[in-house]
């Protein structure tokens, strides 16, 4: 699909995910930024009048509890972030859902951490929750539930969290509202020549290395973690777009199929629920190194990860343990089930699959992970 095709395609959109950030909802001082509110509000509803379906991913709610708590430097210790969200998330969603009623329409808050994601049958309660506030005509507004997160549960950043979110309700675009207009090939506020990439139609190293990735000597405010949620989400078959949220009319501008900010395309398919699940919902308990052969096959002709191209397993796992399988170059490039265990999986590989039943005295299975049990993340 060219940029073009794509941009067009955001027009019939009728199910959106829009992130804000921290920059975006708050002053220099931690404070909330009443008239951005009231205009992110105001263009949301107006989608919604319009006959689409929308969920806002929100930031704010540890810089909101900072300006209420009279604190001047952000807390640096994890209690003292939970107690400023706890503090903060009530003024957040007091004034959304003030802001929102204005206009007549109901929120609903929905705060979710990574245990949610990673156990299955929580996952699906969580979908079809959000699923059912959308068919009321509710606007949910997620986010991770910091005041009770420790670092074993969290997602860890609301890009990642957005990213999930529109797996999660089967979106057709995911809008990351920002300080910055999208993707430069430079950082704009050092580099005069830095210009905007409208469109990014694959993920590489470059492209990392421009969001302050491996081999960067720059980095702006949270892109990195931007272009992860944009790994994620185009996996999934989802478009997203990085633009501003300091000016007013980007999310109808995008809408419209107007050339603003920088659009993800994402792959021609869309992921089945079972293959977002696996995506990111549960940790992965080891790793699989593959060779270079297989991990083409994979990445280029959708196939399983069959013994042969094993070349060594990382960690202990069991059978149906969600794994990792990196290439030759340490990149992780899929994620999914395998039908073997560690132990197993040590012991055949390299060989053929008609040796598997020879060497482990039993047979389940062909393939070490299934196709349909795997999911491709580049």
Not at 73 to 100: D, R, S, W
Request: hydrophobic share 40%; with cysteine; aromatic share 4%.
């Amino acid at each position: 699909m060219t940029e073009r095709e794509c941009r067009e395609a955001l027009q019939h959109a009728r199910r959106l995910v829009v992130k804000v950030g921290t920059s975006t909802l708050t002053h220099k001082t931690g404070k909330l930024n009443l008239e951005r509110m009231e205009r992110l509000v105001r263009e949301l509803v107006d989608q919604v009048n319009a006959g689409r379906q929308v969920v806002l991913v929100t930031s704010g709610a540890v810089g909101a509890g900072m300006g209420r708590l009279g604190l001047k430097e952000k807390p640096k210790t994890l209690p003292e972030k939970q107690a400023a969200a706890a503090v903060g998330q009530g003024l957040l969603m007091h004034m959304y859902e003030k802001f929102f009623s204005d206009y007549g329409l109901l929120v609903a808050q929905v705060l979710l951490t990574r245990d949610d994601l990673a156990d299955r049958r929580r996952y699906l309660n969580s979908r079809h929750t959000l699923a059912t506030l959308l068919k009321m005509g509710v606007v949910p507004i997620v986010n991770e539930n910091d005041t009770v997160a420790v670092d074993e549960i969290r997602v860890g950043d609301n890009d990642t969290l957005a990213a999930l979110v529109a797996g999660l309700v089967d979106a057709d675009l995911l809008i990351l509202l920002t300080d910055t207009g999208g993707l430069y090939t430079a950082d704009p506020l050092t580099d005069k020549g830095a210009t905007l990439l409208s469109c990014v139609t694959e993920i590489t190293p470059e492209i990392e290395a421009l969001a302050g990735g491996a081999g960067s000597t720059w980095s702006t405010g949270g892109m990195a973690t931007k272009i992860q949620a944009a790994r994620l989400v185009t996996s999934f078959g989802i478009p997203m777009l990085i633009t501003s949220g300091l000016e007013g009319g980007r999310i109808g501008a995008v809408l419209r199929g107007e050339e603003v900010g920088t659009i993800f395309i994402p792959r021609e398919h869309r992921a089945h629920t079972r293959k977002r699940w696996l995506a990111y919902g549960p940790a992965p308990q080891g790793e699989i190194l593959v060779d270079a052969g297989a991990a083409r096959a994979i990445c280029r002709n959708g196939k399983s990860l069959l013994p042969g191209g094993v070349v060594a397993v990382n960690g202990d796992f069991e059978q149906g343990a969600i794994v990792s399988i990196i290439d030759p170059n340490g990149k992780e490039i899929a994620r999914g089930m395998s039908n073997y265990s560690a132990e197993a999986v040590r012991r055949i590989q390299g060989r053929k699959t008609k040796e598997i039943g020879e060497i482990l005295g039993y047979k389940d299975y062909d393939e070490i992970i299934h196709r349909d049990n795997m999911i491709v993340l580049v």
